[in-house]
Nanobody, 127 residues
Framework: VQLQASGGGLVQPGVSLRLSCVVSGFSLDDHAIGWFRQAPGKKRKGVACISSRDGTAYYVDSVRGRVTTSRDNAKNTVYLQIDSLKVEDTAVYYC????????????WGSGSDFGSWGQGTQVTVSS
C-alpha cells in the first residue's frame, strides 16, 4: 500500500493549486481517502475526505468553499483543488488511505483508521 502526494509549491496568495495523490496496492472503490495538513509548529489537521463507492466529499469548515476533492479511479488518483490560497494555507499536505476506513463518517478528521500515509507535499503561500 502506497500513497504519493505531489503538486505543492511556492505560490502567491489568491492563486489555485491542485494536489494529486496517486495510490497503489488498494482500490479507491474500497477505501476512503483523507487529506490532512500540518503547518509549522502545529498539529496535523484534517482538510477533506472522499468516501469510497459514492465518492461523497467532506470538508472542514475552515476550507469549505475553497477546496474540492475528487478522484479518478482509472488513474488511481485523488485530487485536492485549493482555490484562493491564503498565507494560512501554508503547510505540508498529506493524503492517507488504504486502511479500515471505507467511508469518511463523522470522525475522519482524527486521521484514525486510514491506514497508510503519503510522504506529504509542501505548499507555501507567500507574497
Amino acid at each position: 500500500v502506497q500513497l504519493q502526494a505531489s503538486g505543492g509549491g511556492l505560490v502567491q496568495p489568491g492563486v489555485s493549486l491542485r494536489l494529486s495523490c496517486v495510490v497503489s496496492g488498494f482500490s479507491l472503490d474500497d477505501h476512503a481517502i483523507g487529506w490532512f495538513r500540518q503547518a509549522p509548529g502545529k498539529k496535523r489537521k484534517g482538510v477533506a475526505c472522499i468516501s469510497s463507492r459514492d465518492g461523497t466529499a467532506y470538508y472542514v469548515d475552515s476550507v469549505r468553499g475553497r477546496v474540492t476533492t475528487s478522484r479518478d479511479n482509472a488513474k488511481n488518483t485523488v485530487y485536492l483543488q485549493i482555490d484562493s490560497l491564503k498565507v494560512e494555507d501554508t503547510a505540508v499536505y498529506y493524503c492517507a488511505g488504504g486502511g479500515l476506513r471505507k467511508y469518511c463518517g463523522t470522525a475522519w478528521g482524527s486521521g484514525s483508521d486510514f491506514g497508510s500515509w503519503g510522504q506529504g507535499t509542501q505548499v507555501t503561500v507567500s507574497s
